[in-house]
């Protein structure tokens, strides 16, 4: 068997082709394919506006900034999430605030946030990032409505979850990354997640002054909107009102998201399949304990389960060429955070998890074959 990764990007002819047309016309960069690759996106997610950016880190930097993050103000996100989910919070010089996950869904544990919240008298806390982990989508409804009551924003990290949805309490499919609940969503276009782009990132919001922001900031702060420019010399003049950056995503990157969207659907459809057949094998077996099965609008970037010896099947699986992943050590437990007096035994269940975690190979091109052999495997390891 060959080797068996547990995510890995597929690149067409398509997607080829897209990326020549633009290297061979006359705009490497801030040229027409970027508005095209935002506006596809932001119907993709069912979202009013879209700003793409150089990555998901530089997405989250820049909804820091715009929701005005600064020295004193604390965040809540997950301790189970990459690390860039917190670090945004840092470039602002806030402080990060992990709270424990819930051990079933091994999402942000919602009444763990609310007893923060209930306990910040001097509203310090100033906005909550629920991360849609492994693909599962997230309540958003819900912390909504936590977050109104104490006056909090919501930056939603969408990274894992292209496509996906969870149902609202009056049955509504509600898109992640949608902005009807969070003020602003998040997307990374790193190989290993749906869409490919080489690098790159995407901001969706419903609401227009913080998309305009975020427009401003990508570019060095200059002002984007004509009207908005204080003064004018000329039509060569460009104004810059506030520090902002240069996060752009380039024209070639935002042809190979593009033509990586238009098949977004059916390699989302692969991969409940895959997930479905994974649970259908796995029912069951008392060594595998699952993220609570096959839920509605689960985008399944990763397949994530919890094992008994997990080293040893870790190990195990390695031996087969079977390359799965851990998904993630613990935020709190990384010696940047440790030193603000983050430590083992802090968020039990986060903890609890990260001993017992694995990520099986989960990605579109994956045969069923291959899938047959990993589930072979793990099942020789266990009996
Ligand atoms: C990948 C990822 C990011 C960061 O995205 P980059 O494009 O790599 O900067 C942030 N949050 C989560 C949950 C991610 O998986």
């Known amino acids: 068997m060959n080797k068996i990764p547990y995510g890995r990007q597929s690149i067409t002819q398509d997607d080829i082709d897209a990326v020549v047309n633009v290297l061979q016309s006359d705009w490497l960069t801030q040229g027409p394919n970027i508005k095209s690759f935002e506006d596809a996106f932001a119907n993709y997610v069912d979202a009013k506006y879209a700003v793409a950016v150089s990555n998901g880190t530089a997405a989250l930097h820049l909804n820091a900034i715009a929701l005005g993050v600064k020295p004193g103000d604390k965040v809540i996100t997950t301790p189970i999430t990459f690390v860039a989910s917190a670090n945004c919070v840092r470039y602002c010089g806030g402080e990060v605030i992990f709270a424990d996950i819930d051990p079933e869904t091994y999402l942000l544990d919602i009444n763990k946030v609310r007893e923060l919240l209930e306990k910040d008298r001097d509203h310090e806390i100033k906005g909550i990032i629920p991360v849609n982990f492994a693909g599962r989508v997230v309540d958003m409804e819900a912390f909504r409505a936590l977050a109104d009551e104490f006056n909090c924003w919501i930056i939603e990290d969408a990274c894992h979850s292209p496509g996906g949805s969870f149902t609202s309490s009056v049955d509504e499919k509600v898109m992640s990354g949608s902005g009807k609940y969070a003020d602003l969503s998040i997307f990374s276009f790193h190989p290993v997640k749906h869409i490919a782009a080489g690098e790159g990132g995407m901001v969706t919001t419903n609401d227009e002054t913080l998309y305009k922001e975020i427009l401003n900031l990508r570019t060095h702060g200059i002002q984007q909107d004509a009207s908005k420019k204080i003064e004018n010399h000329g039509i060569w003049y460009y104004e810059m009102q506030e520090l902002g950056y240069n996060y752009r995503l380039t024209d070639f990157q935002s042809a190979l998201g593009l033509s990586q969207l238009k098949r977004a659907d059916k390699g989302l459809g692969k991969r409940r399949e895959l997930a479905v057949r994974y649970e259908k094998a796995f029912d069951g077996k008392t060594y595998i304990k699952r993220q609570s099965g096959v839920v509605p609008g689960h985008a399944y970037h990763l397949y994530v ?79």
């Open 305 to 383: 389960v919890e094992v008994e010896d997990r080293p040893g099947l870790y190990t195990h699986l390695r031996e087969n060429n079977i390359f799965a992943q851990i998904h993630y050590i613990p935020c709190h437990l990384m010696p940047y955070y440790k030193q603000f007096g983050w430590k083992e035994g802090d968020l039990p269940h986060a903890e609890s998890y990260y001993k017992q975690c694995i990520s099986l190979p989960m990605f579109p091109t994956l045969t069923d074959n291959e899938q047959d052999f990993v589930i072979k495997k793990i099942d020789e390891f266990y009996n």
